[in-house]
């Protein structure tokens, strides 16, 4: 956990986010607020909210569905807002997104 904290440390400056840095941060709120650490858990989650607004996932934007670097972005976005929604309901807490992102998550089988 210490080199993860460490790798997070200098990947999670204003500016420099990226979808797998954003990936890093659910885990780690998801994995500290489970274990007792819920402010740390929430500076996580904070910084997470604020790279999803830097790197514009939440919006309409134009996805192209077939490309591996949008369907990160589309599952990326729906997975910050499903987990913060299922955190936010265990621990009694108002929702900090303000909605769901305005792509749909389509599942193709």
């Given at each position: 956990?210490?080199?993860?904290?460490?790798?997070?440390d200098?990947?999670?400056?204003?500016?420099?986010?990226?979808?797998?840095?954003?990936?890093?941060?659910?885990?780690?709120?998801?994995?500290?607020?489970?274990?007792?650490?819920?402010?740390?858990?929430?500076?996580?989650?904070?910084?997470a909210?604020?790279?999803?607004?830097?790197?514009?996932?939440?919006?309409?934007?134009?996805?192209?569905?077939?490309?591996?670097?949008?369907?990160?972005?589309?599952?990326?976005?729906?997975?910050?807002?499903?987990?913060?929604?299922?955190?936010?309901?265990?621990?009694?807490?108002?929702?900090?997104l303000?909605?769901?992102?305005?792509?749909?998550?389509?599942?193709?089988?």
């Open positions: 956990m210490a080199e993860a904290r460490r790798l997070w200098m990947e999670s400056l204003p500016g420099k986010g990226k979808i797998t840095t954003l990936q890093v941060a659910l885990a780690l709120s998801y994995n500290t607020t489970n274990n007792g650490l819920d402010e740390v858990g929430d500076k996580h989650m904070k910084r909210r604020e790279m999803s607004k830097d790197l514009s996932l939440f919006g309409p934007g134009k996805i192209d569905r077939d490309t591996a670097r949008e369907k990160a972005r589309l599952f990326t976005a729906w997975a910050l807002f499903s987990g913060r929604a299922n955190l936010g309901y265990h621990f009694f807490r108002r929702p900090c303000s909605g769901p992102p305005q792509v749909p998550l389509q599942i193709q089988t």
